[in-house]
């Protein structure tokens, strides 16, 4: 009696797979499949607050009007970022003055979620 009252263990293990399998299937993309698209996109920084970062990279574009600087930058692991391209505001105490597009750089960021600010630049040795 009651025989179908309880499924077997491997009807029962079937169907979660099969349930597993279907959420997966619905999952969208993963971030990294939109990197290219720029930081709007850029995913994995899910933690509250302010984080501060160093990089290295190359200076493609300075905005001195704007106080901008468009880098080249490296993989930045403390904040999950992937290598791109992007433009950052740079801190108003910041001297711009001595860099140039082309000018390998390091520098550090302070900021949170896809706003970040450049806090200090200058020429890698
Ligand atoms: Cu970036």
Redesign the pocket.
Known sequence: MHAFAKPSRLLRFSLWTSALLVGLALQPFPPSQSYAQG?SN?GGMSSKGTATASGIGTITALNASNHKVTID?GPIPAIK?PA?K?EFPVAPSVDLSKLKAGDRVTFTLSGSNNSYTVQSIGVAK
Do not use: A, L, S, T
């Open positions: 930081m850029m930058h970022w791109m992007m």
